[in-house]
């Protein structure tokens, strides 16, 4: 596990981190989301090391990271930062030497990740020939290629198409699966709510909400139910303790707590037919409204 703990980080009068504390658990897809400028890169790079925090720190499994335990870190960087000229299977080979592979454990690593990401097929083409989309897939393969033991991702998915984010995510999760804690940004709420187990929610550079992302949906939204109807809806609107969302011919959507909700589903099998009764899940995009307003 890695812990980031109280870290603060300025650059000359911009707080850029105010004590930023939060875990990314081993096997655990950790989504980090917040606005533009809200602090993302600036904690990750604190995460890897290339930056120094004013004060604070990050520790795995309880003692400090080492400049040899970043070495089995595998990080994206926002910047993306290929050698366009050089051929991608060559270049990630390359990279998994640099890590520490042996010539022939770089070249299956490679292999297995070029399929497994759908790139196989331009393995011998250079970086500079290849669409936005698959250089993002291309940068994804030199992350992972020394089977990194902490994976810290910078936007992984912008820019790429719902099949590549598919091939993407098996691989995170199959990383994950493993143990792995993988922390990503991204500003794709839905796909951040499909994916991930733990959240964290930054904005100018406070951590707003942090922790599993059903625990999250619970505590930072007010109860909303759900009421599908063969009858007229209207009624809610005159019952205590209830504020109506959203209403339609036989179908509401309204915020009440647990106890009112039920007396609402009693009247409502009184007066007639309830063909559902739900409690309605927030979306990530609702609760990250709440969080950080
Ligand atoms: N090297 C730097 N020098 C000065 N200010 C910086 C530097 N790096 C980041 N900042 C500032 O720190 C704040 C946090 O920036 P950061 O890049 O971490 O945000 P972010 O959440 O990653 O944003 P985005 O979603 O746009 O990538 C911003 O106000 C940014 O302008």
Redesign the pocket.
Known sequence: MIAIDHVTKR??E?L?LDEVTFEIGGGRLTGFV??????????MRVILGLLRPDSGGVTLDGRAVTPGDRRRFGYMP?ERGLYPKMKVAEQIEYLGRLRGLTKVAAAGATAELLARLELDARANDTVESLSLGNQQRAQIAAALVHDPEVLILDEPFSGLDPLAVDAVVGVLQERAARGVPVLF?S?QLELVERLCDDLVI?SA?TIRAAGAAERLRTDNSTPAWELLTGEDSGWLRAEPGVLVREFGAGWALFEADEATAQRILRSAVGRGSVVSFTRSRPSLAQIFTEVVK
């Open positions: 650059f000359g911009r850029a917040g606005a533009n400028g809200a602090g993302k890169t600036t904690t926002e940004s500003h930054i550079g």
